[in-house]
């Protein structure tokens, strides 16, 4: 059994700052990726926005480039998101999905946590 939890979410005024976490804890074989995606009001869709490989590459969403850092603690399975410069348009529900593998012959599985509501006053 794996469980990826959130944390970190709330309410801030615009140009604040925010960090979430996460972490994942189970029966894991390896993590090869965590990230941070998004789902904003009246939109169907979760939009990525920061991911972070194993071997430590980051990738951001234009959106968020220069705002927003991706980071690990890898030996507690943790990522956080610093989130600098909140803009009213970051107001989402913010899901951290982990991809990892359960067993060392197994396939890659993904895992998301319930997320966490981020809102943003202007």
């Known amino acids: 059994q794996v469980q990826v939890v959130e944390s970190g979410g709330g309410l801030v005024q615009a140009g604040g700052s925010l960090r979430l976490s996460c972490a994942a804890s189970?029966?894991?074989?390896?993590?090869?990726?965590m990230g941070w995606y998004r789902q904003s009001p009246g939109k169907t869709q979760r939009e990525w926005i920061a991911?972070?490989?194993?071997?430590?590459?980051?990738n951001y969403a234009d959106s968020v480039k220069g705002r927003f850092t991706i980071s690990r603690d890898s030996a507690k399975n943790t990522v956080y998101l610093q989130m600098n410069s909140l803009k009213p348009e970051d107001a989402a529900v913010y899901y951290c999905?982990?991809?990892?593998?359960?067993?060392?012959?197994?396939?890659?599985?993904?895992?998301w946590g319930q997320g966490t509501q981020v809102t943003v006053s202007s």
């Open positions: 999905g982990v991809d990892l593998f359960l067993t060392v012959s197994g396939h890659q599985i993904r895992y």
């Open positions: 991911l972070l490989y194993s071997d430590g590459n980051t």
């Open positions: 189970g029966s894991i074989f390896s993590i090869t990726g």
